[in-house]
């Protein structure tokens, strides 16, 4: 018989409203004794008697033996999460930029304190991903995972490739949607996406990196060349985040916009749609696919981690147990495609190739090959100077496998 959760849930926006839906309609065995909320003014469709605004009322209340964080605040959210776990409570959060930021002290705690924090829904909503990669592949040599992590980017893309919206007007639909972060330069500019990939890779490899240490670089300078550019070849356009094996000592991480062909699975994967794909050595190439954003979708991801805890489910982190050598590293060379207005910036990008450079009236782009710790370096310059880069492999005929460095150094 599993046992009762007795449930203080933080944060009633979207994805708790949602958590609270399906909740309603299933008989399991779980109850929600408070929610705290940040705001007391906000109209509620539930009792007020649920609801306070003082989070000890939940982090002190002894019948409570379960968190489910859903806040926006990373700080606050830390906090929330570490006393939890810290005071015998399990958790189950959703916050993807605590999560990536405090990884590796979140996991000390599980350990220090017997503790369990889950956390399925932080990553590409509704596809049940990280305890895929902590327990199906635990065995498997994982080449690498990429995909669809952020909704909002992959949304405004659809459609501006798909029904020639605007970018402002998109924005405004993803966000009235419910899909974008308060702050959508988290979404846009592949900050989101990043920090999805760091907690992914952690299961993959086992190999817990800091956000600040991977590059991301986002659809905000996307212009109408670059689209067009996409259509002429028959390419689509997607924000791309990319966790690879490089050598049985490195592993490389980045999120760039890529230009995809039909082939690839990402390219039909539109609007808020989120996909992972895994390329294992035996099981060759898999497919996750399904709804990364909304209430419903993310809240079934918050309720299967939830029903997990009734069996005292716990990550065992067994890749960071078991791999001792594996490092993270930007030393590897990637084809991209670069539209610049400032003649410069192809200069201090250092290609080590070029194998187009194309320039008509303000329309100059260049293709070629580079070093990522180059882009890294001049990551502000990039953005800047309204400059729009992207991960193009079949531009140049080289595929990212071929072209990382034999001699590749761990920065
Ligand atoms: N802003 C996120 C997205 C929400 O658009 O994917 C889900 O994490």
């Given at each position: 018989m599993s046992k009762k959760l007795k449930i203080g849930l933080f944060g009633f926006g979207v994805v708790g409203q949602g958590l609270y839906d399906i909740i309603r309609t299933k008989n399991l065995n779980i109850e929600i004794v408070k929610i705290a909320i940040k705001d007391p003014t906000k109209k509620r469709t539930l009792p007020p008697e649920l609801f306070t605004t003082d989070k000890d009322e939940l982090l002190n209340n002894p019948e409570i033996n379960t968190i489910v964080e859903l806040i926006n605040d990373t700080e606050a959210a830390y906090d929330i999460v570490s006393t939890a776990l810290k005071t015998g409570r399990n958790v189950v959060s959703a916050s993807k930029k605590m999560l990536a930021i405090y990884l590796q002290e979140l996991i000390d705690l599980q350990h220090q304190y017997g503790t369990s924090l889950l956390y399925e829904?932080?990553?590409?909503?509704?596809?049940?991903?990280i305890r895929n990669l902590e327990?199906?592949?635990?065995n498997e040599l994982l080449h690498s995972i990429s995909g669809i992590f952020n909704g909002s980017s992959n949304y405004i893309l659809s459609k501006g490739y798909n029904e020639n919206m605007d970018y402002d007007t998109a924005l405004k639909l993803a966000q009235d949607l419910g899909f974008a972060e308060t702050d959508p330069t988290l979404d846009v500019g592949g900050f989101d996406a990043k920090y999805k990939l760091v907690i992914a890779a952690a299961h993959a490899y086992g190999v817990v990196v800091k956000p600040e240490k991977v590059l991301n670089v986002g659809i905000q300078n996307l212009h109408a060349n670059d689209l067009q550019y996409a259509r002429e070849k028959k390419l689509k356009i997607k924000l791309v985040p990319v966790a690879k094996e490089l050598d049985d000592q490195h592993v490389t991480m980045f999120v760039l916009p890529k230009f995809v062909n039909e082939?690839?699975?990402?390219?039909?994967?539109?609007?808020?749609y989120n996909c992972v794909t895994v390329q294992a050595a035996f099981a060759d190439q898999q497919f996750f696919y399904g709804k990364g954003a909304g209430g419903h979708p993310t809240g079934s991801a918050v309720l299967s981690d939830i029903a997990a805890l009734r069996y005292d489910y716990q990550y065992e982190y067994k890749k960071a147990h078991n791999k001792k050598d594996l490092r993270f590293t930007n030393n590897v060379e990637l084809n991209i495609y670069l539209r610049y207005e400032d003649d410069d910036l192809v200069e201090a990008l250092q290609f080590e190739y070029i194998h187009e450079r194309f320039y008509s009236g303000n329309y100059k782009f260049v293709t070629g090959k580079i070093n990522l710790q180059n882009l890294i370096d001049n990551q502000h310059r990039i953005s800047n100077s309204k400059a729009f880069v992207a991960f193009a492999n079949q531009l140049t005929g080289v595929s990212l496998a071929t072209a990382a460095k034999q001699t590749a150094e761990v920065l």
């Open positions: 829904a932080s990553v590409c909503g509704s596809i049940p991903i327990e199906y592949y635990d082939h690839e699975f990402l390219y039909n994967v539109d609007y808020e």
